[in-house]
């Protein structure tokens, strides 16, 4: 079933998505080469913590056991914090995380890179951030789920890339996966219709080379099964008659 929010969902899931955006910044500038993907968690935990009533979705969900995914290079989502991991030099590293907010969720991630990259590099993480773009634009009232998935894909396998297709997008709400699954490929006017209330996670999860994954022997790290790298940029967006809202992104200053 897929639930469609009250205006006051919303504004709990908007609080939730502000807090989410400003720990993923914050999380983003402790990013250098020597950190441990323990200490970017600890960062994270504590600042959501900070917020009465608000806590890190991810802790505990499926009994994961930290409050970030932190995924480096070839590892594609839900890569386990870890004193060992340590960050360096020419590094990508996704990180996602939730929270959890007087009942209900946002879900947000981005990739960055460690030190210096290379232009190789820098360009998955632009084609997986405008592919993630692409399928916010389209997430208009009257489209489908469909559309979402193909504006994704038109750009990331138009740049060369693959999607991953083994992993979705999600409605998001009182449960952190909620209906619909949101591919990020698919065909236009195909699945789900967008009705004004729906809330989604949209989460394009690009990769260099095939969209072939694996999982590792952790049971929750998911790999590139050739080993390539791959990026991973997500939002939350309430779909709006007048087109969809972020909920997960720090608001643009205010013109003075
Ligand atoms: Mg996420
Ligand atoms: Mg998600």
Redesign the pocket.
């Known amino acids: 079933m897929i639930t469609i929010k009250s205006a006051r969902e919303i504004e709990t899931m908007a609080l939730a998505g502000r807090i989410l955006a400003d720990a993923l910044t914050l999380v983003a500038s402790r990013v250098q080469p020597g950190v441990s993907t323990a200490e970017l968690d600890r960062v994270a935990e504590e600042f959501i913590r900070s917020y009465p009533g608000a806590r890190p979705s991810f802790k505990g969900l499926y009994d994961f056991p930290a409050s970030l995914c932190t995924s480096i290079n070839s590892e594609i989502v839900h890569g386990i914090p870890c004193e060992k991991r340590v960050l360096k030099d020419g590094d990508i590293i996704s990180i996602d995380c939730g929270v959890y907010l007087e009942g209900l969720h946002a ?1 947000s991630a981005i990739t960055k890179a460690v030190g210096a990259v290379t232009e190789e590099v820098q360009r998955l993480l632009q084609v997986t951030q405008k592919a993630l773009e692409a399928g916010i634009k389209t997430a208009l009232v009257g489209n489908h789920v469909g559309d979402i998935g193909h504006a994704v894909q038109q750009i990331a396998e138009g740049a060369g890339c693959s999607v991953v297709r083994e992993l979705v ?2 409605g998001i709400g009182a449960s952190f996966h909620e209906e619909p699954q949101v591919p990020n490929y698919g065909k236009p006017k195909r699945g789900p219709r967008l009705t004004p209330g729906m809330t989604l ?1 949209i ?1 394009p999860m690009v990769t260099t080379g095939g969209p072939e994954i694996r999982t590792l022997d952790d049971k929750w790290t998911v790999v590139t099964a050739d080993g390539s790298l791959s990026a991973h940029f ?1 939002h939350t967006v309430v779909i709006q008659p007048d087109g969809p809202r972020i909920l997960t992104q720090v608001p643009a200053a205010a013109p003075a």
Do not use: I, L
């Open positions: 879900d997008g999600h996670a989460e997500e």
